[in-house]
């Protein structure tokens, strides 16, 4: 007769083999991408003198922080994020505010062509920017606008800059949000209409509220795209007075020399507000993933 087994006695259940390997993947996929970040603060904390003397793959003597004050300095940093700013945040809110009204009378108003309407929005995602290069930069010097922009054209200016990101990023805030809106009770505008309500009242006091967190993971992404984006402003900005701080790097190489260590001190300067915005925001922005995959 076999005696049964007390919660003391009882060991931890054996380690499965494909869950040991599975860790061992994600551990060694983990220090790969972390690999070459890694290395980076690692030549910014160097001298290039030290570098340049005994080589990159040798033990360092001397770390200090002088690189990232002199790239800080020389790179005019603190100017060209101001610019980013000025791009990044009127885009971010525009985007949001035109893509939520889209998504609400998709989701909340039934008639034939509203899966249509969303499917022209989502299109834009599937063109490559690059098509457009020619016809956009061309667009973008024949329109003025004297008084609103300092070049008295969208050409050279944030404007331009900020609509053509509100352009490309509407069509998927407004697929994610319309499924998002799909999921909250219909009950909720039915009621809503019965008393009275407008259907601004609906979208602004009742729908959008309720559409918080959505709105906050993607506000999280836009950040994120649009802080990081250079392709744009390579070819809608003549003036490097006018670029984002994606262009700040520039600054940093000299036409006969180049410092790596002073170039990978400002990239890592520049990659400072994109980590604070997700730590300060990851919660919502890993809940973005899924947003609106429920249900569509």
């Not at 690999?35 to 001397?62: F, I, K, N, Q």
């Not at 909250?184 to 019965?194: D, F, G, K, N, Q």
Request: glycine residues 6%.
């Amino acid at each position: 007769m076999s005696t049964p087994t007390t919660a003391l006695g009882r060991g931890r259940p054996p380690v499965r083999p494909a869950r040991l390997l599975l860790h061992v993947f994600l551990v060694v996929t983990s220090l790969a991408w972390l690999a070459p970040l890694l290395w980076a603060v690692l030549a910014a904390l160097r001298p290039y003198a030290e570098t340049s003397d005994r080589g990159y793959v040798s033990w360092p003597h001397a770390l200090s922080t002088d690189n990232f004050t002199t790239a800080f300095r020389q790179s005019d940093m603190a100017h060209y994020l101001g610019n980013t700013l000025l791009i990044a945040v009127p885009a971010v809110l525009l985007t949001l505010f035109l893509s939520s009204m889209v998504a609400f009378y998709v989701s909340r108003f039934d008639f034939r062509l509203n899966v249509f309407l969303l499917l022209v929005f989502t299109a834009g995602n599937l063109l490559p920017q690059q098509v457009i290069i020619t016809p956009l930069y061309r667009m973008y010097l024949l329109v003025d606008l004297p008084g609103i922009t300092q070049s008295g054209k969208l050409y050279d200016s944030a404007l331009g800059l900020v609509l053509i990101h509100v352009a490309f990023q509407s069509g998927f805030c407004a697929f994610v949000l319309s499924n998002y809106m799909r999921m909250l009770p219909v009950e909720l505008t039915e009621a809503a209409l019965v008393d009275g309500a407008s259907v601004w009242r609906m979208y602004w006091q009742i729908v959008l509220p309720l559409c918080r967190p959505a709105m906050a993971a993607l506000a999280t992404l836009l950040s994120i795209w649009i802080y990081n984006d250079f392709f744009w402003a390579i070819v809608l900005i003549s003036t490097g007075e006018n670029m984002p701080i994606t262009s700040a790097l520039n600054n940093l190489s000299g036409q006969y020399f180049t410092d790596p260590n002073l170039v990978a001190a400002g990239a890592l300067l520049t990659a400072v507000p994109t980590l604070v915005v997700y730590f300060a925001l990851q919660r919502q922005f890993v809940s973005g993933l899924t947003l609106g995959a429920n249900k569509g």
